[in-house]
């Protein structure tokens, strides 16, 4: 039976904006219990696009968007400090022009769980079936927005979560957006820029590992790479631009070599020499795979224990009110005892990158017809512009609208190039990974008008 959201706790306004879904929170998909949160658009709900949030990690919450990003309610910390935060409503959120269903995905992150441990072993190819499963489900038990233009969209790793559950899709889905998303290890890899380091430090790596900063594991290769992480050690990897709210450098992982820098300690890398997968100048996300099957992981830890926050991120406006029972039972989420405690990026997924590189996803369902915006936040070092810019050029398509500025409340924004198969490239001016976070008028602009099918 539907269950209408209709408080908060945290929130004293009179009445919500829009109606706020939650089945009780969760779609069974055999035993994986998958948890989400469905916010009806305040314009048109039988006419706007339903959009399908994730975020990245892997291992990371969609709940980080809802609350830090583009969800209904900005959070304003509580006073005293630690006491249940205060929710007002958010005049950039999402759902002012789109049905947005903000999900927990693979099981095992955020509110989704499994009684079954063993389900939190996951790929990318079984978590796209997984929430192409929860997708099917959720439109029957929602058949008055089967109608609607459907989208998909996350960002960091949702790079790899975007294109292969398009790929499982394929019917009744219009496009997709990705945010500064993971797409290609080379690409990604193999960003300078934005001063953080000299060109003879480049210049030296360079020389020193051939341009292969992954399986190459000679000294001065090492060395070398050791001078790039020497100089950008202790910024903000989300955002060069902002503080740490956490020191980086004290969350070491416990499979590091203490013979190594501490800045690749920090970056999970060992001495064995096909594990020395270090992305040279963009390092990542909080999460890497374990070796599976031959396959290397190809992005570095950050962290390992649910117990440390994520290096760099204050998060703990979330991490209060989502573990409030009371929040808890008012969004129809299982208590601690039963889903564990809510955490930004947990740690008890065994995740496995599967699905390859994801340019030949790419060109297949741009080809086939499905719209892509990929944007990018300039100031991120996590997954930087500079490698969305190379893998979107590298597909060959013609360009149809040249490098050319875009503007939100009279202002220039942002950078755009758009090409043919609907496949449009745009930087946000000043933002970090997490591009609503830090932009979130500019964000709200640029999705409204690519989801209405407008010139940006």
Same mark, same amino acid.
């Given at each position: 039976?539907?269950?209408?959201?209709?408080?908060?706790?945290?929130?004293?306004?009179?009445?919500?904006?829009?109606?706020?879904?939650?089945?009780?929170?969760?779609?069974?998909?055999?035993?994986?219990?998958?948890f989400?949160?469905?916010?009806?658009?305040?314009?048109?709900?039988?006419?706007?696009?339903?959009?399908?949030?994730?975020?990245?990690?892997?291992?990371?919450?969609?709940?980080?968007?809802?609350?830090?990003?583009?969800?209904?309610?900005?959070?304003?910390?509580?006073?005293?400090?630690?006491?249940?935060?205060?929710?007002?409503?958010?005049?950039?959120? !999402?759902?002012?022009?789109?049905?947005?269903?903000?999900?927990?995905?693979?099981v095992?992150?955020?509110?989704?769980?499994?009684?079954n441990? #063993?389900?939190?072993?996951?790929?990318?190819?079984?978590?796209?079936?997984?929430?192409?499963?929860?997708?099917?489900?959720?439109?029957?038990?929602?058949?008055?927005?089967?109608?609607?233009?459907f989208?998909?969209?996350?960002?960091?790793? =949702?790079?790899? $979560?975007?294109?292969?559950?398009?790929?499982?899709?394929?019917?009744?889905?219009?496009?997709?957006?990705?945010?500064?998303g993971?797409?290609?290890?080379?690409?990604? %890899?193999?960003?300078?820029?934005?001063a953080?380091?000299?060109?003879?430090?480049?210049?030296?790596?360079?020389?020193?590992?051939?341009?292969?900063?992954?399986?190459?594991?000679?000294?001065?290769?090492?060395?070398?790479?050791?001078?790039?992480?020497? =100089?950008?050690? %202790?910024?903000?990897?989300?955002?060069?631009?902002?503080?740490?709210?956490?020191?980086?450098?004290?969350?070491?992982?416990?499979?590091?070599?203490? #013979?190594?820098?501490h800045?690749?300690?920090?970056?999970?890398?060992?001495?064995?020499?096909?594990?020395?997968?270090?992305?040279l100048?963009?390092?990542?996300?909080?999460?890497?795979?374990?070796?599976?099957?031959?396959?290397?992981?190809? !992005?570095?830890?950050?962290?390992?224990?649910?117990?440390?926050?994520?290096?760099?991120?204050?998060?703990?406006? =979330?991490?209060?009110?989502?573990?409030?029972?009371?929040?808890?039972?008012?969004?129809?989420?299982?208590?601690?005892?039963?889903?564990?405690?809510?955490?930004?990026?947990?740690?008890?997924?065994?995740?496995y990158?599967?699905?390859?590189?994801?340019?030949?996803?790419?060109?297949?369902?741009?080809?086939?017809?499905?719209? =892509?915006?990929?944007?990018?936040?300039?100031?991120?070092?996590?997954?930087?512009?500079?490698?969305?810019?190379?893998?979107?050029?590298?597909? %060959?398509?013609?360009?149809?609208?040249?490098?050319?500025?875009?503007?939100?409340?009279?202002?220039?924004?942002? $950078?755009?190039?758009?090409?043919d198969?609907?496949?449009t490239?745009?930087?946000?001016?000043?933002?970090?990974?997490?591009v609503?976070?830090?932009?979130a008028?500019?964000?709200?602009?640029?999705?409204?008008?690519?989801?209405d099918?407008?010139?940006?």
């Amino acid at each position: 039976m539907d269950k209408l959201q209709t408080h908060l706790p945290g929130f004293s306004g009179s009445v919500f904006p829009s109606k706020h879904y939650s089945i009780s929170g969760y779609v069974g998909i055999g035993e994986k219990n998958l948890f989400y949160y469905f916010v009806v658009s305040e314009r048109r709900p039988g006419r706007d696009a339903v959009v399908l949030w994730l975020n990245g990690g892997p291992g990371c919450s969609s709940f980080d968007a809802f609350v830090y990003e583009h969800g209904p309610f900005n959070f304003q910390e509580g006073k005293p400090k630690g006491s249940l935060p205060k929710l007002h409503l958010n005049p950039y959120s !999402w759902s002012k022009v789109s049905n947005i269903i903000y999900l927990d995905s693979p099981v095992g992150v955020g509110f989704s769980y499994s009684r079954n441990t #063993s389900a939190y072993t996951a790929g990318d190819l079984q978590t796209a079936a997984d929430t192409h499963a929860f997708l099917l489900k959720w439109f029957d038990l929602y058949p008055e927005f089967v109608s609607n233009p459907f989208y998909i969209a996350g960002e960091s790793y =949702a790079g790899i $979560y975007m294109p292969t559950l398009a790929s499982e899709v394929v019917k009744g889905i219009k496009g997709y957006m990705v945010g500064n998303g993971v797409t290609d290890p080379v690409f990604d %890899g193999n960003a300078h820029g934005m001063a953080l380091i000299s060109d003879d430090i480049f210049q030296a790596v360079e020389a020193a590992c051939g341009g292969d900063y992954y399986s190459n594991s000679s000294p001065m290769c090492l060395e070398k790479q050791g001078d790039v992480y020497m =100089a950008i050690s %202790g910024l903000n990897i989300y955002d060069i631009l902002e503080p740490c709210y956490h020191d980086p450098t004290s969350q070491h992982s416990s499979k590091g070599n203490a #013979s190594l820098p501490h800045s690749f300690q920090q970056l999970g890398v060992t001495s064995r020499p096909l594990a020395v997968r270090t992305r040279l100048f963009g390092r990542a996300w909080p999460f890497r795979a374990p070796v599976k099957d031959g396959i290397v992981p190809l !992005w570095p830890q950050l962290a390992e224990s649910n117990k440390n926050s994520v290096p760099c991120v204050k998060d703990e406006v =979330a991490t209060i009110w989502l573990n409030d029972a009371t929040v808890r039972k008012a969004i129809h989420a299982e208590p601690e005892n039963v889903a564990g405690p809510w955490v930004l990026c947990t740690d008890r997924l065994d995740y496995y990158h599967d699905a390859g590189s994801m340019i030949p996803y790419h060109k297949k369902l741009t080809t086939g017809g499905y719209r =892509a915006l990929i944007f990018s936040g300039d100031h991120d070092m996590c997954v930087p512009y500079t490698g969305s810019q190379a893998w979107t050029k590298s597909l %060959g398509y013609k360009t149809v609208s040249p490098w050319r500025s875009w503007r939100c409340g009279g202002q220039i924004s942002g $950078y755009l190039q758009g090409y043919d198969h609907d496949l449009t490239f745009l930087i946000i001016k000043g933002a970090g990974h997490t591009v609503a976070e830090y932009k979130a008028m500019e964000a709200l602009e640029f999705y409204r008008r690519w989801l209405d099918q407008e010139p940006i």
